[in-house]
Structure formats: C-alpha cells, structure tokens
C-alpha cells in the first residue's frame, strides 16, 4: 500500500499548482481520500477531502473557493487543483486514506498518508 504525492513547488502568490497522490496496493475508490497539510510550527490543518459513501467533498474554510478536490479512478489517483495561491498556503501537503471511509469533514481524521510534497508560495 502505498501513497505518492507529487507536484509542489514555489509558486508567485496568486498563481496556480496542481497536486497528484498516487495510489498503488489498493484501490482509491473504496476509500475515503483527502489532504492534509502541516506547516513549521503550526498544526496539522484538514485542507480537503472525498468520503467513500457518497462521494461528498469538504473544505477548509482557509482553502474554500480556491482549491477543488478530485479523483480519477481509472488512474487511482487523486488531485487537488490550487488557485489564487497565498504565503499562508505554504506548507507540506499529505494525501491520506481517512480513519473513517465515510466520514469527510470538520473533524475528519486521517489515517495512513505518503510522503508529502513542499508547497512554498513567496508574497
């Protein structure tokens, strides 16, 4: 089982990147799958997430309007497309299975993730 994250980078305030987790060992569609991220000195932050059951989506309020989860099953990979990007988005993204398939929300948490990608946003 394993999770791959990729397309981080440093990116202009305001600008756009699009990030890809990779999933191989399982199948993605059976699980509830989301982002999370964690920058220096601050708390893990839900930033966004799908629940298995009925594929509803949430997130964070910091993120709402600017980024938008998806899934391509036939790739069994999940993307998070990031727009109007702010300095207080810099930090290390994880995708992650979620503890509870079903549940995606406020008070989702996460489960098993990968190794993350650094996202850096220079104001």
């Known amino acids: 089982v394993q999770l791959v994250e990729s397309g981080g980078g440093l990116v202009q305030a305001g600008g756009s990147l699009r990030l890809s987790c990779a999933a191989s060992?399982?199948?993605?569609?059976?699980?509830?799958i989301g982002w999370f991220r964690q920058a220096p000195g601050k708390e893990r932050e839900g930033v966004s997430c799908?629940?298995?059951?009925?594929?509803?989506?949430y997130y964070a309020d910091s993120v709402k309007g600017r980024f938008t989860i998806s899934r391509d099953n036939a790739r069994n990979t999940l993307y998070l497309q990031m727009n109007s990007l702010k300095a207080e988005d810099t930090a290390v993204y994880y995708c992650?299975?979620?503890?509870?398939?079903?549940?995606?929300?406020?008070?989702?948490?996460?489960?098993?993730w990968g190794q993350g990608t650094q996202v850096t946003v220079s104001s």
């Open positions: 060992g399982f199948t993605l569609d059976y699980y509830g």
């Open positions: 992650s299975t979620l503890f509870i398939s079903e549940l995606c929300g406020p008070t989702t948490t996460f489960d098993y």
């Open positions: 799908i629940s298995s059951s009925d594929g509803s989506t």
